[in-house]
Protein backbone atom coordinates (compact mmCIF):
# COMPACT_ATOMS: atom_id res chain seq x y z
CA UNK A 1 0.00 0.00 0.00
CA UNK A 2 1.65 3.09 -0.70
CA UNK A 3 2.53 5.63 2.00
CA UNK A 4 -0.23 7.60 1.41
CA UNK A 5 -3.09 5.61 1.94
CA UNK A 6 -1.97 4.13 4.96
CA UNK A 7 -3.79 5.89 7.77
CA UNK A 8 -1.84 7.49 10.24
CA UNK A 9 -2.94 6.16 13.52
CA UNK A 10 -3.18 8.62 16.98
CA UNK A 11 -2.96 7.44 20.47
CA UNK A 12 -5.04 9.93 21.96
CA UNK A 13 -8.24 12.14 21.68
CA UNK A 14 -6.92 15.29 23.82
CA UNK A 15 -6.15 18.99 22.36
CA UNK A 16 -2.81 17.29 21.49
CA UNK A 17 -4.40 13.84 19.20
CA UNK A 18 -7.45 16.43 17.87
CA UNK A 19 -5.15 19.04 16.78
CA UNK A 20 -2.66 16.66 15.12
CA UNK A 21 -5.27 14.54 13.63
CA UNK A 22 -6.92 17.97 12.34
CA UNK A 23 -3.52 19.44 10.73
CA UNK A 24 -2.51 15.67 9.05
CA UNK A 25 -6.18 15.69 7.44
CA UNK A 26 -5.69 19.13 5.85
CA UNK A 27 -2.46 17.96 4.35
CA UNK A 28 -3.88 15.18 3.13
CA UNK A 29 -3.07 12.13 5.11
CA UNK A 30 -5.81 9.60 6.50
CA UNK A 31 -5.92 9.70 9.95
CA UNK A 32 -7.59 7.10 12.51
CA UNK A 33 -7.79 8.28 16.32
CA UNK A 34 -8.00 5.90 18.64
CA UNK A 35 -9.29 6.83 22.34
CA UNK A 36 -11.00 5.82 25.72
CA UNK A 37 -12.36 9.43 26.18
CA UNK A 38 -13.60 11.11 23.01
CA UNK A 39 -14.37 15.12 22.60
CA UNK A 40 -17.38 15.80 24.78
CA UNK A 41 -16.50 13.47 27.73
CA UNK A 42 -16.12 14.46 31.07
CA UNK A 43 -13.86 12.69 33.04
CA UNK A 44 -11.12 14.53 35.24
CA UNK A 45 -8.11 12.16 33.74
CA UNK A 46 -9.35 13.15 30.28
CA UNK A 47 -7.30 16.84 30.67
CA UNK A 48 -8.34 18.68 27.45
CA UNK A 49 -11.96 19.11 28.89
CA UNK A 50 -11.01 21.19 31.80
CA UNK A 51 -8.29 23.50 30.80
CA UNK A 52 -8.42 27.43 31.26
CA UNK A 53 -7.31 27.36 28.47
CA UNK A 54 -4.29 30.33 27.48
CA UNK A 55 -1.91 31.17 25.42
CA UNK A 56 0.31 32.43 27.49
CA UNK A 57 4.24 32.50 27.09
CA UNK A 58 5.96 29.96 28.90
CA UNK A 59 9.34 30.40 31.18
CA UNK A 60 12.53 28.58 31.22
CA UNK A 61 12.28 26.85 28.21
CA UNK A 62 14.49 26.67 25.09
CA UNK A 63 14.24 28.15 22.00
CA UNK A 64 12.52 25.63 19.56
CA UNK A 65 9.93 25.06 22.92
CA UNK A 66 9.06 28.94 22.39
CA UNK A 67 8.65 28.59 18.94
CA UNK A 68 6.08 25.82 18.99
CA UNK A 69 4.19 28.08 21.10
CA UNK A 70 4.55 31.03 18.38
CA UNK A 71 3.12 28.63 16.01
CA UNK A 72 0.28 27.78 18.19
CA UNK A 73 -0.74 31.12 18.49
CA UNK A 74 -0.65 31.65 15.23
CA UNK A 75 -3.26 29.06 14.62
CA UNK A 76 -5.44 30.23 17.38
CA UNK A 77 -5.46 33.81 16.30
CA UNK A 78 -6.62 32.52 13.11
CA UNK A 79 -9.29 30.53 14.49
CA UNK A 80 -10.09 33.64 16.79
CA UNK A 81 -10.73 36.37 13.71
CA UNK A 82 -12.03 33.64 11.47
CA UNK A 83 -14.14 31.03 12.88
CA UNK A 84 -16.17 31.80 16.31
CA UNK A 85 -17.16 28.21 16.29
CA UNK A 86 -13.64 27.25 17.45
CA UNK A 87 -14.23 28.54 20.84
CA UNK A 88 -10.90 30.59 20.24
CA UNK A 89 -10.81 34.48 21.69
CA UNK A 90 -9.00 37.69 21.41
CA UNK A 91 -9.09 39.28 25.04
CA UNK A 92 -6.31 42.09 26.88
CA UNK A 93 -4.20 40.23 28.86
CA UNK A 94 -2.54 41.91 32.32
CA UNK A 95 0.53 40.34 34.08
CA UNK A 96 1.90 41.34 37.34
CA UNK A 97 5.18 40.26 38.32
CA UNK A 98 6.26 39.83 41.92
CA UNK A 99 9.54 40.11 40.39
CA UNK A 100 12.12 41.66 37.80
CA UNK A 101 11.94 39.32 34.53
CA UNK A 102 14.63 36.79 34.79
CA UNK A 103 17.28 36.24 31.38
CA UNK A 104 14.92 32.79 30.90
CA UNK A 105 11.66 34.74 31.92
CA UNK A 106 8.07 34.39 29.98
CA UNK A 107 9.19 38.02 28.22
CA UNK A 108 10.13 36.82 25.13
CA UNK A 109 6.28 36.43 24.31
CA UNK A 110 6.08 39.85 23.80
CA UNK A 111 7.80 38.70 20.21
CA UNK A 112 4.63 36.80 19.69
CA UNK A 113 1.18 38.65 21.35
CA UNK A 114 -0.11 42.09 19.64
CA UNK A 115 0.07 45.53 21.76
CA UNK A 116 2.58 44.51 23.89
CA UNK A 117 4.05 47.61 26.50
CA UNK A 118 5.41 47.56 29.82
CA UNK A 119 2.58 49.37 32.28
CA UNK A 120 3.56 52.81 34.07
CA UNK A 121 3.69 52.48 37.86
CA UNK A 122 0.47 52.97 39.16
CA UNK A 123 -1.35 51.27 36.58
CA UNK A 124 -0.28 48.02 37.82
CA UNK A 125 -0.99 47.27 42.27
CA UNK A 126 1.76 48.28 44.11
CA UNK A 127 2.50 45.32 45.91
CA UNK A 128 4.42 43.92 42.54
CA UNK A 129 7.44 44.91 41.16
CA UNK A 130 6.45 45.41 37.14
CA UNK A 131 3.30 44.82 35.03
CA UNK A 132 2.99 44.12 31.11
CA UNK A 133 0.07 44.37 29.15
CA UNK A 134 -0.73 42.82 25.87
CA UNK A 135 -3.72 40.82 24.22
CA UNK A 136 -3.56 37.12 24.28
CA UNK A 137 -5.44 33.89 23.47
CA UNK A 138 -8.06 32.16 24.85
CA UNK A 139 -9.99 29.23 24.44
CA UNK A 140 -13.34 27.36 25.83
CA UNK A 141 -12.54 23.76 25.69
CA UNK A 142 -16.12 23.53 26.33
CA UNK A 143 -16.36 24.30 22.85
CA UNK A 144 -13.24 23.84 20.97
CA UNK A 145 -13.24 20.47 21.60
CA UNK A 146 -16.22 19.67 20.14
CA UNK A 147 -15.52 22.03 16.86
CA UNK A 148 -12.66 19.41 16.91
CA UNK A 149 -14.30 16.51 16.22
CA UNK A 150 -16.73 18.39 13.43
CA UNK A 151 -13.62 19.57 11.48
CA UNK A 152 -11.74 16.19 11.49
CA UNK A 153 -14.89 14.04 10.66
CA UNK A 154 -15.78 16.70 8.36
CA UNK A 155 -12.15 16.18 6.67
CA UNK A 156 -12.60 12.44 6.68
CA UNK A 157 -11.13 11.09 9.92
CA UNK A 158 -12.18 8.57 11.64
CA UNK A 159 -12.57 7.85 15.71
CA UNK A 160 -12.88 4.86 17.68
CA UNK A 161 -13.33 4.50 20.83
CA UNK A 162 -11.19 1.92 22.28
CA UNK A 163 -9.15 1.60 25.39
CA UNK A 164 -5.38 -0.13 24.34
CA UNK A 165 -3.22 -1.60 27.02
CA UNK A 166 -0.14 -1.44 25.21
CA UNK A 167 0.81 0.73 21.75
CA UNK A 168 1.81 -3.36 20.20
CA UNK A 169 -1.88 -3.41 20.84
CA UNK A 170 -2.30 -0.80 18.34
CA UNK A 171 -0.33 -1.85 16.07
CA UNK A 172 -1.90 -5.15 15.60
CA UNK A 173 -5.21 -3.29 14.81
CA UNK A 174 -3.50 -1.27 12.09
CA UNK A 175 -0.80 -3.91 9.77
CA UNK A 176 -1.07 -1.44 7.21
CA UNK A 177 0.03 1.21 9.12
CA UNK A 178 3.47 2.59 9.35
CA UNK A 179 3.23 5.79 11.67
CA UNK A 180 1.85 5.63 15.21
CA UNK A 181 1.33 8.97 17.14
CA UNK A 182 1.26 8.61 21.05
CA UNK A 183 -0.54 11.44 22.48
CA UNK A 184 -2.01 9.45 25.24
CA UNK A 185 -1.54 12.37 27.80
CA UNK A 186 -1.27 10.48 31.38
CA UNK A 187 -1.98 7.50 29.70
CA UNK A 188 1.79 6.97 28.93
CA UNK A 189 2.17 6.14 32.50
CA UNK A 190 0.52 2.70 32.54
CA UNK A 191 0.66 1.64 28.89
CA UNK A 192 3.01 -1.49 29.41
CA UNK A 193 5.36 -1.11 26.57
CA UNK A 194 5.75 2.81 27.28
CA UNK A 195 5.70 2.83 31.52
CA UNK A 196 7.42 6.46 31.50
CA UNK A 197 7.36 7.01 35.15
CA UNK A 198 8.68 10.29 34.75
CA UNK A 199 4.98 10.92 34.50
CA UNK A 200 2.13 12.12 36.96
CA UNK A 201 -1.17 13.72 37.71
CA UNK A 202 -1.38 17.11 38.91
CA UNK A 203 -4.59 17.61 40.09
CA UNK A 204 -6.40 21.02 39.25
CA UNK A 205 -9.29 22.80 40.56
CA UNK A 206 -10.63 26.28 39.14
CA UNK A 207 -13.85 28.11 39.81
CA UNK A 208 -15.89 29.21 37.35
CA UNK A 209 -17.61 32.58 37.71
CA UNK A 210 -20.38 33.67 36.06
CA UNK A 211 -20.18 37.54 35.00
CA UNK A 212 -20.07 40.38 32.28
CA UNK A 213 -16.45 41.41 33.53
CA UNK A 214 -15.18 38.35 30.93
CA UNK A 215 -12.82 40.47 28.58
CA UNK A 216 -9.68 40.58 30.67
CA UNK A 217 -7.34 38.40 31.49
CA UNK A 218 -4.78 38.43 34.72
CA UNK A 219 -2.07 36.34 35.35
CA UNK A 220 0.12 36.79 38.35
CA UNK A 221 3.66 36.29 37.56
CA UNK A 222 5.99 34.84 40.57
CA UNK A 223 5.95 32.39 43.65
CA UNK A 224 1.88 32.48 43.93
CA UNK A 225 0.39 30.30 41.26
CA UNK A 226 -3.30 32.96 40.47
CA UNK A 227 -4.84 33.65 36.94
CA UNK A 228 -7.96 34.99 36.16
CA UNK A 229 -9.38 33.49 32.54
CA UNK A 230 -11.97 35.60 30.59
CA UNK A 231 -14.45 32.79 28.71
CA UNK A 232 -16.33 35.49 26.69
CA UNK A 233 -18.35 33.46 25.11
CA UNK A 234 -19.28 31.42 28.42
CA UNK A 235 -20.25 35.02 29.79
CA UNK A 236 -17.70 33.84 33.18
CA UNK A 237 -13.94 33.76 34.32
CA UNK A 238 -11.83 30.80 34.81
CA UNK A 239 -10.32 31.66 38.48
CA UNK A 240 -7.25 29.67 39.46
CA UNK A 241 -5.07 27.69 40.17
CA UNK A 242 -3.78 24.80 42.38
CA UNK A 243 -1.30 22.33 41.11
CA UNK A 244 -1.67 18.99 43.68
CA UNK A 245 0.20 16.03 43.44
CA UNK A 246 -0.95 12.85 44.38
CA UNK A 247 -4.32 13.83 44.70
CA UNK A 248 -6.60 12.61 42.01
CA UNK A 249 -10.27 13.66 44.08
CA UNK A 250 -12.90 14.08 41.86
CA UNK A 251 -14.96 15.99 44.92
CA UNK A 252 -14.78 19.87 45.08
CA UNK A 253 -12.23 21.24 48.27
CA UNK A 254 -14.39 24.18 49.55
CA UNK A 255 -10.80 25.21 50.92
CA UNK A 256 -9.42 25.50 47.50
CA UNK A 257 -12.57 27.03 46.12
CA UNK A 258 -12.92 30.15 48.90
CA UNK A 259 -8.96 30.35 48.47
CA UNK A 260 -9.26 30.69 44.73
CA UNK A 261 -11.40 33.11 45.10
CA UNK A 262 -8.88 35.41 47.81
CA UNK A 263 -6.48 35.16 45.34
CA UNK A 264 -8.55 36.48 43.05
CA UNK A 265 -10.57 39.10 44.61
CA UNK A 266 -6.74 40.44 45.56
CA UNK A 267 -5.50 40.28 41.97
CA UNK A 268 -8.32 42.05 40.06
CA UNK A 269 -11.01 43.62 42.64
CA UNK A 270 -12.82 45.04 40.08
CA UNK A 271 -13.60 41.50 38.76
CA UNK A 272 -14.02 39.43 41.41
CA UNK A 273 -16.06 40.56 44.65
CA UNK A 274 -15.26 39.48 47.83
CA UNK A 275 -18.01 37.02 48.21
CA UNK A 276 -19.64 36.06 44.28
CA UNK A 277 -22.61 35.07 44.34
CA UNK A 278 -23.16 31.26 45.06
CA UNK A 279 -25.57 30.56 41.92
CA UNK A 280 -22.84 32.04 40.05
CA UNK A 281 -20.44 29.75 40.90
CA UNK A 282 -19.15 26.34 39.33
CA UNK A 283 -16.45 24.27 39.64
CA UNK A 284 -14.07 22.74 37.29
CA UNK A 285 -11.64 19.57 38.47
CA UNK A 286 -9.25 17.98 35.83
CA UNK A 287 -6.10 16.22 35.74
CA UNK A 288 -3.18 17.47 34.04
CA UNK A 289 -0.77 15.14 32.30
CA UNK A 290 2.52 15.98 33.92
CA UNK A 291 6.29 14.55 33.03
CA UNK A 292 9.02 15.17 35.00
CA UNK A 293 11.41 17.33 32.87
CA UNK A 294 8.48 18.30 30.76
CA UNK A 295 7.16 17.35 27.68
CA UNK A 296 7.98 14.50 25.59
CA UNK A 297 8.36 15.30 21.85
CA UNK A 298 10.66 12.74 19.46
CA UNK A 299 10.61 10.39 16.50
CA UNK A 300 11.91 6.25 17.10
CA UNK A 301 11.97 4.14 14.01
CA UNK A 302 10.73 1.11 15.47
CA UNK A 303 11.76 -1.45 12.41
CA UNK A 304 9.13 -1.01 9.28
CA UNK A 305 7.11 1.33 11.71
CA UNK A 306 7.82 5.22 12.92
CA UNK A 307 6.65 6.04 16.60
CA UNK A 308 6.40 9.69 17.22
CA UNK A 309 5.66 10.41 20.83
CA UNK A 310 3.81 13.59 22.11
CA UNK A 311 3.05 13.91 25.85
CA UNK A 312 3.26 15.10 29.13
CA UNK A 313 2.07 18.83 28.35
CA UNK A 314 1.13 19.25 32.25
CA UNK A 315 -0.44 22.82 32.37
CA UNK A 316 0.63 23.71 28.86
CA UNK A 317 -1.06 21.77 26.19
CA UNK A 318 -2.95 24.31 24.83
CA UNK A 319 -0.76 26.97 24.38
CA UNK A 320 1.78 24.49 22.44
CA UNK A 321 -1.24 22.17 20.77
CA UNK A 322 -0.82 23.04 17.14
CA UNK A 323 3.06 23.90 17.13
CA UNK A 324 3.25 20.28 18.40
CA UNK A 325 0.73 19.24 15.62
CA UNK A 326 2.78 21.21 13.00
CA UNK A 327 6.21 19.41 14.15
CA UNK A 328 4.78 15.92 14.10
CA UNK A 329 2.87 16.72 10.30
CA UNK A 330 6.71 17.85 9.32
CA UNK A 331 8.13 14.36 11.12
CA UNK A 332 5.52 12.23 9.39
CA UNK A 333 6.57 13.79 5.82
CA UNK A 334 9.80 13.05 6.49
CA UNK A 335 8.58 9.22 6.99
CA UNK A 336 6.86 9.69 3.79
CA UNK A 337 9.71 10.90 2.19
CA UNK A 338 11.80 7.96 3.28
CA UNK A 339 9.38 5.86 1.93
CA UNK A 340 8.89 7.66 -1.89
CA UNK A 341 12.40 8.36 -2.26
CA UNK A 342 14.04 5.38 -2.57
C1 LIG B 1 -7.63 22.97 35.60
C2 LIG B 1 -6.75 22.98 34.39
C3 LIG B 1 -6.39 24.18 33.78
C4 LIG B 1 -5.58 24.19 32.65
N1 LIG B 1 -5.30 25.38 32.03
C5 LIG B 1 -4.53 25.40 30.92
C6 LIG B 1 -4.24 26.62 30.26
O1 LIG B 1 -4.68 27.70 30.67
N2 LIG B 1 -3.47 26.60 29.13
C7 LIG B 1 -2.97 25.42 28.64
O2 LIG B 1 -2.26 25.45 27.63
N3 LIG B 1 -3.22 24.24 29.24
C8 LIG B 1 -3.98 24.20 30.38
N4 LIG B 1 -4.22 23.02 31.03
C9 LIG B 1 -3.51 21.83 30.57
C10 LIG B 1 -4.17 21.10 29.42
O3 LIG B 1 -5.49 20.78 29.76
C11 LIG B 1 -3.39 19.82 29.12
O4 LIG B 1 -2.01 20.07 28.97
C12 LIG B 1 -3.88 19.18 27.83
O5 LIG B 1 -5.27 19.04 27.86
C13 LIG B 1 -3.23 17.80 27.62
O6 LIG B 1 -3.76 17.28 26.43
P1 LIG B 1 -3.40 15.81 25.97
O7 LIG B 1 -4.06 15.64 24.65
O8 LIG B 1 -1.94 15.56 26.07
O9 LIG B 1 -4.06 14.85 27.09
P2 LIG B 1 -5.58 14.53 27.46
O10 LIG B 1 -6.48 15.64 27.19
O11 LIG B 1 -5.56 13.99 28.87
O12 LIG B 1 -5.97 13.34 26.46
C14 LIG B 1 -5.40 12.07 26.56
C15 LIG B 1 -6.10 11.17 25.55
O13 LIG B 1 -5.45 9.90 25.53
C16 LIG B 1 -6.42 8.86 25.72
N5 LIG B 1 -5.78 7.71 26.34
C17 LIG B 1 -4.86 7.69 27.35
N6 LIG B 1 -4.50 6.43 27.63
C18 LIG B 1 -5.19 5.64 26.78
C19 LIG B 1 -5.26 4.22 26.58
N7 LIG B 1 -4.51 3.38 27.29
N8 LIG B 1 -6.10 3.73 25.62
C20 LIG B 1 -6.88 4.57 24.88
N9 LIG B 1 -6.86 5.92 25.04
C21 LIG B 1 -6.01 6.43 25.98
C22 LIG B 1 -7.47 9.52 26.60
O14 LIG B 1 -8.69 8.78 26.56
C23 LIG B 1 -7.56 10.88 25.93
O15 LIG B 1 -8.36 10.80 24.76
C24 LIG B 1 -5.06 22.97 32.14
C25 LIG B 1 -5.41 21.76 32.74
C26 LIG B 1 -6.25 21.75 33.86
C27 LIG B 1 -6.64 20.44 34.47
Redesign the pocket.
Given at each position: MPFSQRPIVI???????CATARQLLLNGFRVVV?????PGDQNI????A???????AAGGISPEYRYLQAVTHRHLLRMAQEDPESGVCLVDAREYLEEAPSENSSLWGKTVVSNFRELESGEYPQNFHCGWSYQTLVTDPTRHMPYLRKQITALGGQFIR????SLRELYAMFPESSVFIN?????SK??TDVRDDKCFPER???VFYRTDKCRQMYFRNGKEYTYI?PRPLSEGVVL??VKQQNNLSPEVDMDVVRDEIARAHRLAPEVVPTNPPEESLSY?I????SRQGGFRLDSEQLGQQTILSA?G????????SYGVAEWLVKTVEKSERENVIL
Amino acid sequence: MPFSQRPIVILGAGIIGCATARQLLLNGFRVVVVAEFLPGDQNIFYASAWAGATWHAAGGISPEYRYLQAVTHRHLLRMAQEDPESGVCLVDAREYLEEAPSENSSLWGKTVVSNFRELESGEYPQNFHCGWSYQTLVTDPTRHMPYLRKQITALGGQFIRKRVESLRELYAMFPESSVFINASGLGSKTLTDVRDDKCFPERGQNVFYRTDKCRQMYFRNGKEYTYIIPRPLSEGVVLGGVKQQNNLSPEVDMDVVRDEIARAHRLAPEVVPTNPPEESLSYIIGIRPSRQGGFRLDSEQLGQQTILSAYGFGGGGYAFSYGVAEWLVKTVEKSERENVIL
